[in-house]
Nanobody
Framework: QLRLEESGGGSVQPGGSLTLSCVVS????????MGWFLQMPDKERKAVAT????????SYADSVKGRFTISQDGAKKTLYLQMNSLKTEDTGTYYCAAGGTTYGGLCRSVPSDYRDWGQGTQVFVSS
């Protein structure tokens, strides 16, 4: 059984940085697509960043382009999200997801396309 475990969330002031990690266990490699999704209170879950297993093509939501970076370490079976220049609107629960499929060489951003999910890690950006 696949297991995804996020860590790295916390409280930070606007302009600060956080790095989220997602350790994958229960199988031997990285699935076709993995991603980070954000869910704000009373809002639907939405894609923040996705990455293909090979060759590691990335996609970002417009709101985080230039500030967030998604990466993966196959040997460590870990997915990362480096978040810089954080804003209050980045506040919410971040979920790691796996098992997504590609379209046109990039990962789909629809949450329903992803089969496996972590429990989430909370990020709170406030002054």
């Amino acid at each position: 059984q696949l297991r995804l475990e996020e860590s790295g969330g916390g409280s930070v002031q606007p302009g600060g940085s956080l790095t989220l990690s997602c350790v994958v266990s229960g199988y031997s490699g990285i699935r076709a697509c993995m991603g980070w999704f954000l869910q704000m209170p009373d809002k639907e879950r939405k894609a923040v960043a996705t990455i293909t297993s090979h060759p590691g093509r990335t996609s970002y939501a417009d709101s985080v382009k230039g500030r967030f970076t998604i990466s993966q370490d196959g040997a460590k079976k870990t997915l990362y999200l480096q978040m810089n220049s954080l804003k209050t609107e980045d506040t919410g629960t971040y979920y790691c997801a796996a098992g997504g499929t590609t379209y046109g060489g990039l990962c789909r951003s629809v949450p329903s396309d992803y089969r496996d999910w972590g429990q989430g890690t909370q990020v709170f950006v406030s002054s």
